[in-house]
């Protein structure tokens, strides 16, 4: 069984940067797509951005277009995502996911979750 570990969240001010990282353990997940999402308190979970299992290919939500970057460190089979010039609308807890189906953006696709790591941003 596949775990997906995340690190980085923490608290920052507003216009701050975080770093987060993803990495499974149990078996590499070479092939799979990565994703992360984010939970607001009282909101679904919602994507955020995603890469392919070679580090080429990304997209990402809108509202974060420009100011995150997903990143994958295939040597050690982890993803990073860079987050800059954040805002108090970016806080969440934020999650990392593994899909075999290919690029997709809906969370119920994903087959593997990681248990989040809280984000908070204050004005």
């Known amino acids: 069984q596949v775990q997906l570990i995340e690190s980085g969240g923490g608290s920052v001010q507003a216009g701050g940067s975080l770093k987060l990282s993803c990495a499974p353990s149990?078996?590499?997940?070479?092939?799979?797509?990565m994703a992360w999402f984010r939970q607001a308190p009282g909101m679904e979970r919602e994507f955020v951005a995603v890469?392919?299992?070679?580090?080429?290919?990304?997209d990402y939500a809108n509202s974060v277009k420009g100011r995150f970057t997903i990143s994958r460190e295939s040597a050690k089979h982890t993803v990073h995502l860079q987050m800059n010039d954040l805002n108090p609308e970016d806080t969440a807890v934020y999650f990392c996911?593994?899909?075999?189906?290919?690029?997709?953006?809906?969370?119920?696709?994903?087959?593997?979750w990681g248990q989040g790591t809280q984000v908070t941003v204050s004005s």
């Open positions: 996911a593994a899909t075999a189906r290919g690029k997709t953006m809906l969370r119920y696709e994903y087959d593997y």
């Open positions: 149990g078996r590499t997940l070479g092939g799979y797509w």
């Open positions: 890469i392919d299992w070679s580090g080429d290919r990304t």
